[in-house]
């Protein structure tokens, strides 16, 4: 069913590690009528380390760990923080979490936050939880922005390919004929900012500038992109660390600039192989599209133009964190989040739990 246009906040913290993006936006899940406030809400140096500790532990993690509690209601805070700055009034709000774990063979898919606080919070209704019904069904549970993106370019001509480069990268492919194909590309700035974080202490690498004063090692780039994965059709996804041995092995011993380089070429030259049809043009949205040196390798390599989202009238930082509020909304009238070419799903499926506030002493209403 489809119901009326409501306001909603969305919010996602993704796989770079860098923060919180809160968003406004109008809409009915269908159409975005408007589009608001954004903001983002980097992260204490001392919660994205717990963070990254998270991701490095997650596998063999159990639920309700002292840790886990603390380093969950610090992040929800800062979540609270971010929709507060908002301030334009919400109906709803769609909260994706901090993506710990992310495993769809072994049917996992594992989100943080405080759902039922951030409700109590702000006394509206949370949609959470986003992924795990589509991984359930035998989905890969990403990416989940290709219905939003679909929506944001009804009006352009197509076919049409959207890139979303963060700690992972993403692509949406429009067809000509209302056709959606994704899949996570490969890695996106995740593993340049940790090679740049362990040798410089500072959170990526701005501008591209290490990069750019590298030389691309084209025998370990070789080495990178011969991994399986690679090789599998869209849709596929992965994990923010899937890469992270092979990386490793394959970089170890270069010096930074030359291993950011490498690392950067393999973002850009996973992109440019994406199993999916040739667009017309190419919109980049995300971290990634703020390095000068994945821009310039994607112009390059792409024979149509390459520019960020910003071109087409839309908010690239904010992208993410809109797409949590139209999928809220969807959520809540039931309406698909994933389709079997966005996700590899069987069947086009809706997804997100609800958790309505109630008052103090009575708990939450999770449903």
Same mark, same amino acid.
């Given at each position: 069913?489809?119901? +009326?246009?409501?306001?909603?906040?969305?919010?996602?913290?993704?796989?770079?590690?860098?923060?919180?993006?809160?968003?406004?936006?109008?809409?009915?899940?269908?159409?975005?009528?408007?589009?608001?406030?954004?903001?983002?809400?980097?992260?204490?140096?001392?919660?994205?380390?717990?963070?990254?500790?998270?991701?490095?532990?997650?596998?063999?993690?159990?639920?309700?760990?002292?840790?886990?509690?603390?380093?969950?209601?610090?992040?929800?805070?800062?979540?609270? !923080?971010?929709?507060?700055?908002?301030?334009?009034?919400?109906?709803?709000?769609?909260?994706?979490?901090?993506?710990?774990?992310?495993?769809?063979?072994?049917?996992?898919?594992?989100?943080?936050?405080?759902?039922?606080?951030?409700?109590?919070?702000?006394?509206?209704?949370?949609?959470?939880?986003?992924?795990?019904?589509?991984?359930?069904?035998?989905?890969?549970?990403?990416?989940?922005?290709?219905?939003?993106?679909?929506?944001?370019?009804?009006?352009?001509?197509?076919?049409?390919?959207?890139?979303?480069?963060?700690?992972?990268?993403?692509?949406?492919?429009?067809?000509?004929?209302?056709?959606?194909?994704?899949?996570?590309?490969?890695?996106?700035?995740?593993?340049?900012?940790?090679?740049?974080? *362990?040798?410089?202490?500072?959170?990526?690498?701005?501008?591209?500038?290490?990069?750019?004063?590298?030389?691309?090692?084209?025998?370990?780039?070789?080495?990178?992109?011969?991994?399986?994965?690679?090789?599998?059709?869209?849709? +596929?996804?992965?994990?923010?660390?899937?890469?992270?041995?092979?990386?490793?092995?394959?970089?170890?011993?270069?010096?930074?600039?030359?291993?950011?380089?490498?690392?950067?070429?393999?973002?850009?030259?996973?992109?440019?192989?994406?199993?999916?049809?040739?667009?017309?043009?190419?919109?980049?949205?995300?971290?990634?599209?703020?390095?000068?040196?994945?821009?310039?390798?994607?112009?390059?390599?792409?024979?149509?133009?390459?520019?960020?989202?910003?071109?087409?009238?839309?908010?690239?930082?904010?992208?993410?964190?809109?797409?949590?509020?139209?999928?809220?909304?969807?959520?809540?009238?039931?309406?698909?989040?994933?389709?079997?070419?966005?996700?590899?799903?069987?069947?086009? !499926?809706?997804?997100?739990?609800?958790?309505?506030?109630?008052?103090?002493?009575?708990?939450?209403?999770? *449903?």
């Amino acid at each position: 069913m489809t119901g +009326k246009f409501l306001r909603a906040i969305g919010m996602m913290s993704g796989t770079s590690l860098d923060g919180v993006d809160a968003a406004w936006l109008e809409t009915d899940g269908v159409t975005v009528a408007r589009t608001g406030m954004s903001v983002t809400l980097r992260y204490q140096d001392s919660l994205r380390a717990d963070l990254r500790h998270l991701l490095e532990i997650a596998p063999g993690l159990q639920p309700g760990g002292n840790f886990l509690r603390d380093v969950e209601h610090r992040l929800t805070l800062d979540h609270c !923080i971010a929709a507060a700055m908002i301030g334009q009034g919400a109906d709803i709000i769609g909260m994706h979490g901090q993506t710990i774990l992310h495993d769809p063979a072994q049917h996992r898919t594992w989100q943080i936050g405080d759902a039922a606080m951030l409700a109590k919070k702000f006394n509206l209704p949370v949609v959470h939880d986003f992924r795990s019904a589509d991984v359930a069904a035998g989905g890969q549970g990403a990416p989940l922005a290709p219905l939003y993106h679909a929506a944001l370019a009804q009006s352009l001509p197509k076919p049409l390919a959207i890139v979303n480069i963060g700690g992972v990268a993403n692509i949406t492919f429009l067809g000509a004929d209302g056709s959606i194909l994704s899949c996570d590309t490969g890695p996106g700035n995740g593993p340049i900012d940790d090679l740049v974080f *362990r040798h410089t202490g500072q959170p990526y690498d701005k501008d591209g500038i290490l990069a750019a004063a590298g030389t691309i090692r084209h025998d370990r780039l070789s080495a990178l992109l011969a991994h399986p994965y690679f090789a599998l059709p869209a849709p +596929k996804s992965l994990d923010r660390l899937t890469f992270s041995k092979l990386i490793a092995a394959a970089t170890g011993d270069l010096d930074p600039a030359d291993a950011a380089a490498t690392l950067t070429a393999f973002t850009v030259a996973a992109i440019v192989a994406a199993p999916v049809p040739r667009p017309l043009r190419v919109l980049i949205c995300g971290g990634g599209r703020h390095n000068n040196a994945i821009m310039a390798g994607l112009r390059q390599a792409f024979p149509v133009p390459v520019e960020p989202v910003e071109t087409a009238g839309w908010d690239g930082d904010a992208l993410e964190a809109q797409c949590f509020g139209f999928l809220a909304v969807r959520s809540l009238y039931g309406l698909p989040l994933s389709l079997p070419t966005t996700t590899g799903v069987p069947r086009p !499926i809706t997804g997100g739990k609800l958790v309505r506030a109630v008052p103090d002493g009575l708990g939450s209403d999770s *449903r």
